[in-house]
């Protein structure tokens, strides 16, 4: 937003130089973006009246006219189309030096000579772009420099505000600041009810209150628009970037750039009925202002009398009921649009405007009054006309709600950092706008109808940190007492098993905790995810109640890209949810997955070219079970997943509870994802893995150990673990390892049963074992596997 200096210090005037008051501005949260002069540097330019202005005798193009200069007349030879006798234009003297250094000296054009020159807006550096002499009001004083008439030691101040900054977006809002900042008070226009001289109102009729709580209309008969706006008027505008129009216009935009209103004037002659804000229906369209014709979405609110919509509410008007230069009577509109309902209107139809800027960030919803007072007298004194009274349609239930804000005294050394006495706490808060209550510990607050952004505690503190200024906020040093925090020992961190995984070849992985809904139906179909409300895309619609099908989409990316062999793993929470619907119920598990495909050993003139198994990712996964020394509490039990191979499935349990699945991708499974290769897959809960156990002493045996083999056949259906379990209860105190070194089935073993072979080890800590300690222990175990098992010893 632009502002003229100059007409801040109308409202407001701190003994501040420009550079010092932008930059008070901009420590106050309202950051400068630039500042720069409204007018180029130049000198010996007055005010002239053309006298005479006649052909160039040897030039079509060109005027001879004669210029009355204040102390003198002179021939000027000027080639602007709009040089004619009777107007009031620059005129750069003889001597006179205008932008960029330029220096103007007696002339001959085409053997006439011109002494000095009529200057357009454009050659002083007051606009980008003229189409010829700069046009000066009939009462402009003939001889007077044109700095002091025009008032051009001025500058413009482009402020970027910050969304939550719309009561800003007009001169009111930030004179208040300014005001605050340096203890003044603020000259604000005076504002009084203009009388009605007659009857006529148009009736307005609120048929979506949700999106325009409030409405305020006025009908004003008998304008002369052919009056144009005062000088004073355009010249505001026109610092301001605003283009003079006609005096209508320049009214409504005069009052959005002072008090931050939008609003507009229809030609009250094109109306039909009365007013109706609505949304659009299906098939209608506008024309707007700028001659583009749009098609309206019905949930686009519009203004619209009996007959057809005549505007885009708070974004543009329609061309139909424009104001023109035959206009005579008006239908002046002030309205509050609710922000949320007008945010991202404008851009659908590819529009941006200076309403629809103010509108969607939040206008004050109780300004609308006095807005039209103040458009009402300013275009009686321009314009004339015969004002009737204001109607005003409201619906207050749908009006923003204003709730009162507690600010607690020792929030403020807490979170600023420093003490601020309840004075300058109440003189802070009631300069903003809020009502001040004092309570014990504290101040309730009121908040005005301007500001959006104030809803809870931290921000009247932020408030109280911008007014007092950032950079006065002294520097504290944090004391806090610092220990320590307790670790586990038998704990092990996330990291070492990181570097260990790595240290096995797999790559740690990070995925996204959002899936595609239905991979995460195959990995986990018993459970229905959290939807998100807005997702990034369509494949990232649900929360994953499981690692897996994250893991399985980067397996296939690899591989589709040329990479066969792939080990992966990743650590991270999967979002289960619980008994009862709803985010407070939602567990969030810390979860370890591995998932590993393609060859065993990478490619190596000294490696077999075997594919990976179950076995493979067995094995990984019981080497970092082992590293917190419990690996004898995880077992491996056959088992089933709706994502997995039925053959190739175990449920890890850990002490009793299962913690984990582990297997192979089932084929149909593999072949929806167009994978090449078989996918092995794990997935445990992380708790497991990192709760280990503290290391123990154990002293070493200084007496022999004694092994004995047992080949053993059993059933197909005995699991290794399980009878291995039962081989270390009967084994006895003396077993110190066993191990299952070979398992056959084949010629010389019945079909459906198997053999095992077990190396079992004995010693004592304190003695040579005997023979027989070590044959009566090899016969308990023979005779359990006999009974448990229906075991034979294999010959």
């Known amino acids: 937003m632009k502002i003229s200096e100059q007409w801040l210090r109308e409202w407001v005037n701190p003994a501040l130089a420009t550079e010092d008051l932008a930059h008070q501005i901009t420590m106050a949260g309202l950051e400068v973006d630039a500042i720069e002069p409204v007018a180029g540097a130049f000198r010996g330019v007055v005010v002239a009246e053309i006298i005479s202005a006649e052909a160039h005798p040897d030039a079509d193009k060109l005027r001879v006219c004669q210029v009355n200069a204040g102390d003198e007349t002179v021939q000027i030879v000027c080639g602007a189309p709009n040089a004619r006798a009777g107007l009031k234009a620059p005129l750069a003297k003889v001597g006179a030096v205008l932008p960029g250094d330029f220096k103007i000296k007696k ?33 402009a004083p003939v001889g007077s420099d044109i700095r002091d008439y025009l008032k051009l030691d001025d500058h413009l101040i482009e402020i970027g505000l910050t969304p939550n900054r719309a009561d800003c977006l007009g001169l009111r809002g930030i004179a208040r600041e300014v005001g605050l900042l340096n203890g003044l008070e603020v000259s604000q226009p005076a504002i009084e009810p203009v009388a009605a001289v007659h009857d006529d109102t148009l009736p307005v009729e609120l048929k979506a209150a949700s999106h325009c709580p409030r409405y305020l209309g006025r009908v004003i008969r008998n304008v002369d628009l052919s009056r144009p706006s005062p000088l004073w008027l355009q010249e505001k505008l026109r610092r301001c970037g605003v283009r003079s129009i006609d005096a209508a216009v320049d009214v409504t935009n005069y009052v959005l750039l002072e008090l931050g209103q939008p609003m507009h004037a229809f030609d009250l002659d094109k109306l039909q009925g009365g007013i109706v804000v609505r949304t659009a229906e299906q098939g209608e369209s ?29 974004i543009m008007g329609g061309e139909q009921t424009a104001v023109a230069a035959g206009t005579r009577n008006l239908f002046l509109e002030a309205a509050f649009f609710a922000p949320d309902r007008l945010a991202g209107k404008a851009r659908g139809y590819g529009l941006h405007t200076d309403s629809s800027h103010r509108f969607e960030r939040g206008v004050d919803f109780e300004l609308q009054r006095q807005a039209m007072e103040r458009a009402t007298a300013l275009l009686l004194a321009i314009v004339g006309g015969e004002p009737g009274p204001i109607v005003e349609a409201l619906d207050e239930a749908s009006l923003p709600a204003r709730p009162d804000v507690t600010l607690r005294a020792e929030r403020i050394g807490k979170l600023l950092g420093f003490e601020l006495p309840g004075a300058d706490v109440e003189r802070i808060l009631t300069g903003l706008g809020l009502g001040v209550s004092a309570t014990e510990g504290g101040w309730v607050c009121s908040v005005p109808s301007w500001r959006f952004d104030i809803a809870i505690e931290a921000d009247l503190l932020e408030e109280l940190a911008r007014i007092y200024g950032y950079n006065n906020l002294p520097i504290t040093r944090i004391q806090a007492g610092l220990s320590m925090p307790a670790r ?19 790559r740690e992985a990070i995925t996204y905790s959002f899936v595609e809904p239905k991979l995460q139906q195959v990995f986990d179909p018993d459970k229905t995810p959290v939807a998100l409300a807005n997702p990034i895309s369509a494949d990232m619609a649900v929360m994953r109640t499981s690692l897996l099908p994250g893991l399985v989409t980067a397996v296939l990316r690899n591989t589709n890209r040329q990479q066969p062999r792939v080990r992966l793993f990743e650590s991270g929470l999967r979002f289960v949810p619980g008994a009862e619907p709803g985010l407070a119920h939602l567990k969030q598990v810390p979860t370890l997955a591995m998932v590993v495909t393609g060859q065993r050993l990478a490619e190596s003139w000294s490696a077999a070219s075997e594919a990976v198994d179950f076995f493979d990712l067995k094995g990984d996964l019981q080497s970092l079970l082992g590293l917190g020394r419990r690996a004898d509490a995880f077992s491996f039990v056959a088992g089933s997943h709706p994502a997995l191979h039925p053959g190739q499935t175990a449920r890890i349990h850990l002490d009793g509870k299962e913690v984990g699945v582990m297997g192979a991708l089932h084929p149909s499974v593999q072949r929806e994802l167009d994978l090449n290769a078989p996918l092995f897959v794990c997935e445990i809960d992380l708790a497991a893995v990192t709760d280990g156990a503290l290391p123990q002493f154990s002293e070493l045996s200084r007496f022999p150990e004694v092994r004995r083999d047992l080949a053993v056949v059993v059933d197909n ?6 009878l291995i379990a039962s081989v270390k209860d009967a084994a006895g105190e003396h077993l110190t390892d066993l191990r299952l070194f070979d398992v056959y089935a084949g010629k010389g073993v019945e079909p459906g049963r198997k053999s095992l072979a077990l190396g079992l080890v004995f010693r004592d800590k304190t003695r040579t074992l005997e023979e027989d300690d070590v044959n009566q222990a090899v016969s308990r175990v023979v005779e359990a596997l006999q009974s448990g098992y229906s075991a034979e010893l294999r010959g």
């Open 717 to 722: 259906s005995v699991a290794a673990a399980q």
């Open 286 to 314: 506008l024309e707007l202002l700028d001659g583009q014709t749009v098609e309206l979405s019905s949930d686009t609110l519009v203004i619209a009398d009996h007959r057809a919509p005549v505007a885009m509410a708070g």
């Open 488 to 506: 586990e020992e038998s704990a092990l961190s996330l990291r070492f098993l990181r570097r260990h995984l790595a240290a096995r070849g797999y």
């Open 107 to 139: 002339a001959k054009l085409r053997g006439l000579e011109s002494f000095g020159m009529l200057c357009a807006e454009q050659e002083l550096q007051l606009s980008e772009a003229s189409d010829g002499l700069m046009e000066l009001p009939a009462d």
